[in-house]
Every structure is written in C-alpha cells, then in structure tokens.
T-cell receptor, first 113, second 115 residues
C-alpha cells in the first residue's frame, strides 16, 4: 500500500534552535519527493523537490535529504525563526497512475521566543 | 500575478443545501485540482482537470461535481451538503500533469462547515 508517514506529528522548539523532520514512504515506483510549508490559514508552498539521484538539497535555512534505498527523507531547519512556525508536508510522486501524488499528514512546528 | 485564488474563504451550510466553490488561476496552467484537507489526514484529491472542458475523478469524488468551462477557472459543486463534507478545500494548478517536476501551486483554501 502506498503510504507517506511523517514524524513527529508536532514539535515545539525555541527560536534559534535547529530541528529535523522525518518522512518515510512506501510508494512505488518513486518519481520525486517535495517538501511543502503550509502556514496557518494558507495553502501549501513548495520548499524543495528531491529526485532519485539527489541526496541533499538546500534552500536557505532548509536542507532536505533523501535516501532512496531506505525510502526516507528529512527536512532540517537551521537557526529557526518565529516565521518557521507552520505545518511541513511531505509529498511523494509515483511514476504512473492518475492519482500519482501521495501526501503525508504533516508535522506541525511551533517556534517560540 | 494573483496566483491561485479561491472564493469564498469561509462558508457555513445546512445539511442538504448546495453551493459552488470557485477557483481561479492567472498562470495559464493546464491542470487544476481540488483537494480536501481534514485533521489528521493528508490532502486528498477530489477531482482534477487536465484542460478546458475536461474533468476526472480523484480519490474521494463522491458528493462533488466539477466543471472547467474556462481554462482559468475550476468550479467545485456540492449538490446536497452533508456534515461529512465539513473540511478545508484547496484548489491547485500546475503547468502539466505529465511532467514529474511541475509544482502544484495552491490557493488559500475555503473553510466549509456543514451543520
């Protein structure tokens, strides 16, 4: 069964600290994986996309990793800011099928001063 | 560019009432999608469209209908609302569904409550 699981479900950190969010997937055949940021009351916005051949990709303070062998991805946030408070959603695309996007349930991150 | 816009932002319905959610995009995207987002669940695809005049069912299409009369607009209709349709609805668009790398751009969402 194609699934995308994220952990933790929620996380509270102090401003300036680092954190890492996890995404495990069982979907196949894998095409790519995106991390989205969803602010409260807004739609998701793409942070980064990872393809099969990419291990690490950075976007400012956000660094995503992908291990295609173990089917795991992580999103590391460095020197967190209050504006990082949001839900982070992992989305995996498969190569075939009409419904080829699988969404995780997200990690709710709260950054406190 | 406004991107993807949704109307209305909030709505409360009584069971059995009907309504239409409007999605508009100004990016000239071919593909458009309607999702619902419920607590503890990932976004689920309701219907999608690969071009003007075409629509297709997604994962959870029951109780909804859609129309794509113009390329820039995608309408989601509820003919007889039920409490199970209480949710946040997101519209999205992308350049081409067939390309694996194309990003979906999401609207701000419509929060619907059915009493």
């Amino acid at each position: 069964k194609n699934q995308v699981e994220q952990s933790p479900q929620s996380l509270i950190i102090l401003e300036g600290k680092n954190c890492t969010l996890q995404c495990n997937y069982t979907v196949s055949p894998f095409s790519n994986l995106r991390w989205y940021k969803q602010d409260t009351g807004r739609g998701p916005v793409s942070l980064t996309i990872m393809t099969f051949s990419e291990n690490t990709k950075s976007n400012g303070r956000y660094t995503a990793t992908l291990d295609a062998d173990t089917k795991q991805s992580s999103l590391h946030i460095t020197a967190s800011q209050l504006s990082d408070s949001a839900s982070y959603i992992c989305v995996v695309r498969v190569q075939t099928g009409a419904n080829n996007l699988f969404f995780g349930t997200g990690t709710r991150l709260t950054v406190i001063p | 560019n406004a991107g993807v816009t949704q109307t209305p932002k909030f709505r409360v319905l009584k069971t059995g009432q009907s309504m239409t959610l409007l999605c508009a995009q100004d990016m000239n995207h071919e593909y458009m999608y309607w999702y619902r987002q419920d607590p503890g669940m990932g976004l689920r695809l309701i219907h999608y469209s690969v071009g003007e005049g075409t629509t297709a069912k997604g994962e959870v299409p029951d109780g909804y209908n859609v129309s794509r009369l113009k390329k820039q607009n995608f309408l989601l209709g509820l003919e007889s609302a039920a409490p199970s349709q209480t949710s946040v609805y997101f519209c999205a668009s992308s350049e081409k569904r067939g390309s694996s790398y194309n990003e979906q751009f999401f609207g701000p969402g419509t929060r619907l409550t059915v009493l």
